[in-house]
């Protein structure tokens, strides 16, 4: 018995592999036949005529803009989703994707893009129920909010002067009180 093929490629190897399964493997006695014998007796199906249904699922998360990304692109979804987490599927075979919802109900169907075009897809319906939405948020009522512009605090400042390399232990700070005195001092001397 030999327990090593002298091959020298992978193609010879496949090659061995094959004789010694047709040669040995499949010539051994078993209960009912050989190998090759029980195997003859159930022949496999044939293949089917459509290919397999291979399907892509993933979750994403709905933007503030009622979009969904995939593959690269963008497809858009109800504006009442906005936030959520969807689940988007593509059937390999089909050239429409489906955007379904949590409680799985299919809240949209766009035709796919080449993955990775960039391409934003919306419905007019998706449009027009975004536009409603924005229009129905917007208000006059309270202003915008206003940052408060404050000045550096000390950690701020202190790390500011370590990272140009000066030494602030010895930076006089000259405050404006200290200004205002000079200019007092200015005024009666004229």
Not at 37 to 59: C, D, F, K, S, T
Not at 66 to 83: D, I, K
Not at 178 to 185: E, I, K
Request: net charge positive.
């Amino acid at each position: 018995m030999v327990a090593t093929a002298a091959v020298a490629t992978l193609g010879e190897a496949q090659r061995s592999l094959d004789r010694w399964s047709i040669d040995v493997a499949d010539a051994r006695d078993r209960p009912g036949g050989t190998v090759g014998q029980l195997g003859a007796g159930e022949p496999l199906r044939a293949l089917p005529l459509a290919a397999y249904p291979a399907q892509i699922v993933v979750e994403r998360k709905v933007s503030r803009a009622a979009l969904t990304a995939f593959e690269g692109n963008h497809y858009s979804v109800p504006p009442v989703h906005a936030g959520r987490t969807v689940t988007v599927t593509w059937r390999v075979t089909e050239a429409v994707l489906r955007v379904v919802a949590a409680h799985g109900e299919i809240i949209a169907e766009h035709r796919r893009v080449a993955a990775g075009a960039g391409q934003t897809v919306r419905s007019a319906e998706h449009a027009a129920l975004l536009q409603t939405a924005v229009l129905t948020a917007f208000t006059t009522k309270d202003a915008c909010r206003r940052k408060p512009n404050l000045p550096p605090g000390d950690e701020a400042l202190a790390e500011l002067a370590r990272l140009r390399g000066i030494d602030c232990e010895s930076t006089n700070v000259i405050s404006l009180a200290d200004y205002a005195q000079l200019a007092q001092a200015r005024e009666q001397t004229r």
